[in-house]
């Protein structure tokens, strides 16, 4: 059983960094595409950024310049660092596991067969 937890979320002040993290356990973590998913309230969930097993990475439009994406192998976690963060930040972030061992990213949910339970950021003063 593939489990992914989240964790790194919370308040945090315009202008601020946060980075999340999800550990991966029960699978072939060092196989999998990886990506990070945002739904803000009364919106759909929608693609930030995703990782390859070998660290090629693709960013939605929303996440370029501000977020990065990484992956520790060795500790089968993956990453999400957020700085100058914003409050249309404000969302629940869920990371996936595309474990279908395709060599493409892909930017929608139904490439991604495992979720984690997601983690609140919420940007405010």
């Known amino acids: 059983q593939v489990q992914l937890v989240e964790s790194g979320g919370g308040l945090i002040q315009p202008g601020g960094s946060l980075r999340l993290s999800c550990a991966v356990s029960?699978?072939?973590?060092?196989?999998?595409?990886m990506a990070w998913f945002r739904q803000a309230p009364g919106k759909e969930r929608n693609f930030l950024a995703g990782?390859?097993?070998?660290?090629?990475?693709l960013y939605e439009d929303a996440a370029k310049g501000r977020f990065t994406v990484s992956r520790d192998n060795a500790k089968n976690t993956v990453y999400l660092q957020m700085n100058a963060l914003r409050p249309d930040d404000t969302a629940v972030y869920y990371c996936?596991?595309?474990?279908?061992?395709?060599?493409?990213?892909?930017?929608?949910?139904?490439?991604?067969?495992?979720w984690g339970q997601g983690t609140q950021v919420t940007v405010s003063s």
């Open positions: 996936a596991a595309d474990e279908a061992l395709s060599t493409v990213i892909g930017r929608g949910a139904e490439y991604y067969g495992y």
């Open positions: 029960g699978g072939t973590f060092n196989r999998y595409i």
């Open positions: 990782v390859s097993p070998i660290g090629r990475t």
